[in-house]
């Protein structure tokens, strides 16, 4: 999906769900700028198209797109390396937005939650739309070998202001964290589909590193 793909589906958007025009086109070009931002090797443009072309496919099976939708545009508007607040200040301005856009408190707290929950992927409680937003962020986690390992280089990449030995271990961390887990996707589909390749793909990288 192309950045006029990703305005164009934006205002469909807020069209539906009764935002004000200039106040989503206003927002829609700080959202592309964020995501734009130099140094954003893995989190950026594509990474925001390859969760919307994902909620496209798997549409029947969410019972409130909409939301997902907003959450999906806002989930890594923030993101510095350097920080551990990054899902909670993407939260709150995903909320500052709904707010001023005049969405319903339901929805501007299901957002505010979805958002939150991307922190550790594993939220207290299970919704069933939440856990598909969940799976598609970590879609890449079950990506064919070369492009996982194109990913992998690209967080690096964006981690390029630590030494690498202090990248390996905060790296290490992460691997085993989400090796650790049950299941690293919460919806059986993915599960099904995706789960073996995802194990194996953090697996491999855990060895070399």
């Given at each position: 999906?192309?950045?006029?793909?990703i305005?164009?589906?934006?205002?469909?958007?807020n069209?539906?769900?009764?935002?004000p025009?200039?106040?989503?086109w206003h927002?829609?070009?700080?959202?592309t700028?964020q995501?734009?931002?130099?140094?954003?090797?893995?989190?950026?443009?594509?990474?925001?198209?390859?969760?919307?072309?994902?909620?496209?496919?798997h549409?029947?099976?969410?019972?409130?797109n909409?939301?997902?939708?907003?959450?999906?545009?806002?989930?890594d508007?923030?993101?510095?390396?350097?920080r551990?607040?990054?899902?909670?200040?993407?939260?709150?301005e995903?909320?500052?937005?709904?707010?001023?856009?005049?969405?319903?408190?339901?929805?501007?707290?299901?957002?505010y939650?979805?958002?939150?929950?991307?922190?550790?992927?594993?939220?207290?409680?299970?919704?069933?739309?939440?856990d598909?937003?969940?799976?598609?962020d970590?879609?890449?986690?079950?990506?064919?070998?070369?492009?996982?390992?194109?990913?992998?280089k690209?967080?690096?990449?964006?981690?390029?202001?630590?030494?690498?030995?202090?990248?390996?271990?905060?790296?290490?961390?992460?691997?085993q964290?989400?090796?650790?887990?049950?299941h690293?996707y919460?919806?059986?589909?993915?599960?099904?589909?995706?789960?073996?390749?995802a194990r194996?793909?953090?697996?491999?990288?855990l060895?070399?590193?």
């Open positions: 999906m192309q950045p006029d793909a305005r164009k589906y934006w205002m469909a958007l069209q539906r769900c009764g935002s025009a200039p106040v989503a927002q829609i070009d700080r959202i700028f995501y734009g931002t130099h140094g954003r090797h893995y989190h950026n443009l594509d990474h925001l198209s390859d969760l919307l072309q994902l909620q496209r496919l549409a029947p099976l969410i019972l409130d909409d939301s997902l939708l907003y959450a999906i545009y806002f989930h508007y923030i993101y510095q390396p350097k551990n607040d990054n899902e909670l200040k993407s939260a709150e995903a909320l500052f937005y709904l707010r001023k856009a005049g969405a319903p408190v339901e929805r501007q707290d299901k957002v939650r979805y958002i939150l929950a991307t922190a550790g992927h594993q939220p207290e409680l299970s919704d069933p739309d939440l598909y937003f969940l799976d598609f970590l879609s890449i986690l079950s990506a064919p070998p070369d492009r996982y390992k194109e990913y992998a690209n967080i690096r990449r964006e981690y390029r202001m630590y030494s690498w030995l202090e990248y390996r271990n905060g790296r290490v961390k992460v691997l964290h989400f090796l650790a887990m049950p690293i919460r919806t059986e589909l993915f599960r099904e589909q995706h789960e073996l390749q194996e793909n953090l697996e491999r990288e060895e070399k590193l």
